[in-house]
């Protein structure tokens, strides 16, 4: 007789995308292997060769509808890097808050719809009541508030990009409708309001981290590398430099994104379509890096608006620097919804985010290879087209967030597989009663 | 009584299901007439579960997202035996999506560029235990098992989602309407025969006027109008990603005949302004085109 046993959970749920978990026990219980199956992709890399590289940025964005804007503004960067082709400075301040707003509304779903539900239902409820409907069922105020932060997000996502999902207006050269004085006028108006529902989110998340606390700091805690934006030390996610942190929290790189090659590695794994990225100099799987908010909370010395500032310090306080608690991401989570509340406030009181030079006219295509990278809700986005001398994409090469995160998230499940499997520490865990009764 | 439904996303972006959140609080008004028996973007419910459902138990059954994968296949199948009323939701589902552009090459070489050469991989393979494995090419769900309903758009828009489930949930029609996106658009428009065509990223466009006859190519005159002409409103040219209207089967052959009255230059001269065809006629509509279907038999004979 033996124990072994294969546990296959299909679909993972409350996650964007196609994945599966195979975990392999062997004898008492012991866990000899645990895969995150990622059993989907589309091919981009290569279906974006021979189109017309101003068009590609409509295409590519397609890679994710919860978050396009990201992959617009990635794409742009990089057909602009590779034209040698700078935006006028208004149409980069409608790119930050068009980003921002996405943050916003991204980090609002996955804060409600993805993760709340294990906190407000407790992780033991049956899979029926698991659910952001049965919040916005049981817990109507705090459905309210989900769908209202959500709402601003997108409608402000949509006044910039013409449509909240696959936003269109972003081009190499700048943005092709200015944004208009009305919706400016109607944003700063609801503004109040979405500061007020901010201060509700981070009331709520404070009470969800103290219930909860024992599982942050106990759970699937893996030290990895980390990698994210800066601007001079500064939290960035629009325009700066990389930085790679390593497990002992020492930054132990620093460059331009078009370095990226030097930096870079992507394990192609035999059982996930998801590859695995990591820092190259440290060699796989020992270099694996999680981006992402956590990693952008780890990599940066600062926050550049002052209640972001406010809510690392007491984060920092808490966690130290660097933080290698997976559960501590929901918490960073906030602190960047913060942070994108109020740097879009200052964007909507900037008199040049009204302008309507927003677009260059003599933007000429060339042959050449560019570069784009922005911070998306899930971690470092980086496009990298080469394109010929009429600006047809020749080549690609995508590293979306995502994938910066895949190697860290099996690192983190064989943690919590040991954590359940072979030393039953959740029995031991102090759980809270669930909100959701 | 509420309705049981189902939503299932096969390989997509899943922005058809941010739509469907995007509602917002819209929500509130439909999610207590709405059972949901299957929804792995927001509810824990297992591939198991769904299976194990009676036949034609689920009421309403979204599918989003196209078969790139054989598990692809498999959920479409379960999703037909279970539904009594299947909806290809999403341009993916009902004409194969952006991915169907990969349709221009083979399965093997678009693994090869992935999972092989691509610039920053280090140990090139292809990915097999406990991977599902890849269809030779993209099709249409509604070529692969019958459908009830189509709500095309890339993705539909969260009012066009909620007048499909309305009108299901109120037992009545939903048609697709047999307008085009220039229908829809406030720019005023002269039908000006066009000499030449600019690219978007060139020059200033007019806010005021047509952008195809500024010589943009808006493909608004050949998309079905869902989409309230979201695009031309902000000075972007429409790509098509709705569809075609009604009764027309391969969007790309008819924009470029309709294409051919209102331009004044010949075959060549704008084979010279599209040297990507097939990126800028079928942006997601390429897996149902007669072109694609000829190019994959093609390759299937190649490797066989």
New interface residues.
């Given amino acids: 007789m033996t124990d072994e046993r294969t546990i296959r959970i299909e679909p993972v749920t409350r996650l964007e995308g196609h994945g599966e978990l195979t975990i392999k026990l062997g004898k008492g219980g012991k866990v000899k292997d645990v895969q995150f199956n990622i059993s989907s992709t589309r091919f981009f890399e290569k279906f974006l060769e021979g189109r017309l590289a101003e068009e590609v940025p409509r295409i590519a964005e397609r890679i994710c509808g919860i978050c396009p804007v990201p992959h617009l503004l990635a794409s742009v960067k990089a057909v602009e890097a590779a034209w040698d082709v700078n935006p006028p400075k208004p149409a980069e301040k409608v790119r930050r808050l068009f980003l921002n707003a996405k943050q916003l509304s991204s980090h609002g779903l996955h804060f409600f719809a993805l993760a709340a539900p294990d906190f407000l239902a407790g992780p033991f409820a049956d899979p029926s009541q698991r659910n952001v409907v049965n919040i916005i069922k049981s817990l109507p105020d705090v459905g309210k508030l989900a769908l209202q932060i959500m709402e601003y997000g997108q409608d402000l996502v949509c006044a910039i990009g013409g449509k909240s999902i696959h936003p269109v207006t972003a081009t190499p050269g700048g943005m092709l409708n200015p944004f208009s004085e009305e919706h400016r006028d109607n944003f700063l108006e609801r503004m109040e309001d979405l500061k007020e529902w901010t201060t509700d989110t981070v009331k709520l998340a404070k009470k969800v981290v103290d219930d909860y606390w024992d599982v942050i700091e106990n759970f699937a805690v893996v030290p990895t590398y980390y990698l994210g934006m800066h601007y001079r030390g500064n939290y960035e996610i629009y325009d700066g430099r990389l930085r790679v942190m390593n497990p002992e929290g020492e930054i132990v790189e620093n460059f331009p994104a078009k370095r990226y090659r030097k930096y870079y590695g992507e394990h192609v794994p035999n059982h996930s379509y998801a590859t695995h990225i990591y820092y190259k100099p440290a060699g796989y799987p020992e270099g694996v890096w999680r981006a992402n908010s956590l990693a952008r909370i780890n990599v940066a010395d600062k926050m550049p608006t002052p209640l972001a500032q406010e809510a690392l310090e007491e984060f920092r306080e808490k966690l130290g620097r660097p933080t290698h608690a997976t559960f501590a991401y929901h918490w960073a989570r906030v602190i960047e919804m913060i942070q994108a509340v109020e740097e879009m406030e200052k964007l909507l009181q900037d008199p040049d985010i009204v302008s309507t030079d927003v677009k260059l006219s003599d933007v000429e295509p060339k042959k050449g290879n560019g570069v784009g990278v922005v911070e998306a809700p899930r971690g470092t986005l980086l496009h990298h087209y080469w394109t010929d001398e009429r600006g047809i994409v020749t080549k690609t090469n995508l590293v979306v967030a995502t994938n910066n995160n895949i190697g860290g998230i099996e690192k983190s499940l064989m943690k919590a597989a040991k954590q359940v499997f072979e030393n039953k520490e959740h029995e031991n865990l102090n759980l809270p009663d669930p909100m959701i009764k | 009584m509420a309705k049981r439904v189902a939503f299932t996303?096969l390989?997509?972006?899943?922005?058809?299901?941010?739509?469907l959140?995007?509602l917002?609080?819209g929500?509130?008004d439909v999610?207590?007439e709405l059972e949901?028996v299957y929804w792995?973007?927001?509810?824990?419910?297992?591939?198991?579960d769904l299976e194990n459902l009676p036949d034609q138990s689920i009421e309403f059954g979204f599918v989003e997202g196209s078969c790139?994968?054989k598990?692809?296949e498999h959920l479409l199948k379960v999703m037909r035996e279970k539904s009594q009323t299947l909806i290809a939701w999403g341009s993916c589902s009902c004409y194969g999506?952006?991915?169907g552009?990969?349709n221009?090459?083979s399965i093997d070489?678009?693994?090869e560029?992935?999972?092989?050469t691509?610039?920053?991989?280090?140990?090139?393979?292809i990915?097999?235990?406990?991977?599902?494995g890849f269809t030779d090419h993209i099709k249409a769900n509604t070529e692969i098992v019958p459908f009830e309903l189509r709500i095309p758009g890339?993705?539909p828009t969260p009012e066009n989602t909620l007048e499909g489930l309305t009108a299901l949930l109120q037992g009545e029609e939903y048609e697709l309407p047999n307008k085009t996106v220039c229908d829809e658009c406030p720019k005023e428009r002269e039908h000006k025969t066009i000499t030449e065509f600019h690219?978007?990223?060139?020059?200033?466009?007019d806010?005021d006027r047509c952008l195809l006859d500024q010589g943009y190519l808006c493909l608004g005159f050949a998309t079905i109008s869902l989409c309230g002409a979201?695009?031309p409103?902000?000075?972007?040219p429409c790509?098509g990603?709705f569809g075609p209207p009604p009764g027309v089967i391969d969007h790309g052959a008819k924009i470029i005949s309709a294409l051919g009255s209102v331009v004044d230059m010949d075959a060549e001269e704008l084979r010279e302004y599209f040297?990507?065809t097939?990126?800028?006629f079928y942006?997601t509509d390429y897996a149902s085109s007669y072109l694609s279907k000829i190019t994959s038999r093609k390759k299937k004979e190649e490797t066989t």
């Avoid at chain 2, 390989?11 to 739509?19: A, I, L, N, V």
């Avoid at chain 2, 792995?40 to 198991?48: F, G, I, N, R, S």
């Avoid at chain 2, 560029?113 to 092989?116: A, E, G, S």
């Avoid at chain 2, 691509?118 to 393979?125: I, L």
Wanted: proline share 8%.
């Fill in positions: 996303q390989t997509s972006c899943w922005g058809c299901d941010q739509s959140v995007d917002h609080l929500l509130l999610i207590p949901i792995p973007a927001v509810v824990d419910y297992k591939l198991k790139r994968t598990e692809d999506g952006v991915q552009l990969g221009q090459w070489e678009l693994m560029r992935k999972f092989k691509a610039d920053t991989v280090t140990n090139g393979r990915p097999e235990e406990n991977m599902p890339c993705p690219r978007t990223h060139e020059g200033k466009i806010p979201q695009c409103k902000v000075n972007t790509k990603c040297p990507d097939i990126g800028s942006f």
